[in-house]
């Protein structure tokens, strides 16, 4: 049905920017909300960032907002997570998640891609 697959996650220097992409297959992007998650070493999972399936609104952790960005593009069936002014703290794996419309929980996961930040 719905699959994701993450990309872009590499090795970054403080200050640095970077961004990940997660293509979607199986069904048509517009019709799912999507979100980015992570996990830092020894760490639990946490929410980072999520767009609504409809309109465009926006909600981001508070540790990431004004240097992240998640966005979209329909044609390409991707969703985006640009990162800037990244910190040590940031690094975790990243994880996009998706479910339909705004119904229920994440439903469906990528495999994660690393980011490292290094001061």
């Known amino acids: 049905q719905v699959q994701l697959v993450e990309s872009g996650g590499g090795l970054v220097q403080a200050g640095g920017s970077l961004r990940l992409s997660c293509g979607v297959s199986?069904?048509?992007?517009?019709?799912?909300?999507m979100a980015w998650f992570r996990q830092a070493p020894g760490k639990e999972r946490e929410f980072a960032a999520r767009?609504?399936?409809?309109?465009?609104?926006?909600f981001y952790a508070d540790s990431v907002k004004g240097r992240f960005t998640i966005s979209r593009d329909n044609a390409k069936n991707t969703v985006y997570l640009q990162m800037n002014n990244l910190e040590p703290e940031d690094t975790a794996v990243y994880y996009c998640?998706?479910?339909?419309?705004?119904?229920?929980?994440?439903?469906?996961w990528g495999q994660g891609t690393q980011v490292t930040v290094s001061s």
């Open positions: 199986g069904r048509t992007l517009s019709s799912y909300d």
């Open positions: 998640a998706a479910r339909y419309r705004d119904i229920g929980p994440w439903a469906y």
């Open positions: 767009l609504r399936w409809s309109g465009g609104s926006t």
